[in-house]
């Protein structure tokens, strides 16, 4: 174990120099943040001290899921602080995670494992993708009083979906290949096979289509990137639209009787 050195402050001798391990130093030097840490995890909003288990590693994993948490909102503060943003309140993030984790469906809990592809596969794929960002889009709507991300369709699964088969919805799109307002939406998940290996609709569009570039024309489909109506509005629906007129026509009939 290597040694440091370390101030002390003796009676009587004020403050001296003494040998300590350099673990000692390391734990001075950070201290503070552990520090911070633990008050943030254990002061509120704990799941860890909410509930007593005749179970230790009960406990444990309740602790372990605080960390995470914990981690989590102290990465949104930095990232914040970087982008001169003002961070939301802690109790206001867990509220927007809470909303987020809700609207998951048992889809999202499905992983498919890929082959590793050769290192020269990934360089190029890497290459291809420089700039690219999958973001998720912060567009809300209110939906039978519950407030939820809008949904749009995804290009990919437009393209590869068959005649009686209803594209998937998704928040996700990629910046780099959106076109001011109008999004390129691309699934985040991996629903199918393509090219013998199972991938996300956000890797079929940018490692085989080539950011749109290079769409098989045996799809017999191009993609057509809309703009996105005004956050927190919706388009009516034929029904609405329907009910809507023979109202108009009811109200009408009333004035001339």
């Excluded at 520090?35 to 995890?41: E, S, T």
């Excluded at 494992?113 to 291809?128: E, F």
């Excluded at 691309?186 to 096979?193: N, T, W, Y």
């Excluded at 996300?200 to 569009?205: D, G, K, N």
Aim: proline share 4%.
């Amino acid at each position: 174990m290597s040694a440091d050195s370390i101030k002390r402050n003796v009676k009587g001798a004020g403050s001296m120099v003494v040998t300590c391990p350099k673990l000692v130093t390391d734990y001075q030097r950070w201290m503070g943040g552990v520090d911070v840490h633990d008050q943030l995890r254990l002061q509120s909003y704990s799941i860890q001290t909410t509930f007593r288990f005749m179970k230790y590693y009960k406990s444990l994993f309740m602790g372990l899921l605080d960390v995470a948490l914990v981690n989590a909102y102290l990465t949104h503060r930095e990232t914040c602080r970087i982008k001169r943003l003002v961070p939301k309140d802690r109790g206001d993030w867990y509220a927007l995670l809470h909303k987020q984790l809700l609207q998951l469906k048992s889809e999202d809990f499905v992983e498919a494992i890929a082959p590793t592809p050769s290192p020269i596969a990934r360089s190029r794929k890497r290459r291809r993708m420089e700039g690219h960002a999958h973001i998720q889009f912060d567009d809300w709507v209110t939906v039978s009083g519950v407030q939820k991300r809008r949904q749009r369709s995804c290009k990919v699964c437009a393209l590869l979906r068959g005649d009686r088969k209803k594209s998937f919805q998704t928040t996700f799109y990629c910046e780099d290949c959106s076109k001011a307002d109008a999004k390129c939406f691309l699934c985040p998940k991996s629903r199918r096979v393509y090219g013998g290996l199972p991938k996300t609709c956000y890797q079929i569009w940018h490692e085989d289509f080539e950011c749109g570039v290079s769409i098989p024309q045996s799809l017999g489909k191009r993609v057509v990137l809309r703009r996105s109506t005004k956050a927190g509005t919706r388009k009516p629906t034929r029904r609405e639209l329907l009910q809507n007129e023979d109202g108009d026509a009811d109200n009408e009939e009333e004035r001339q009787v």
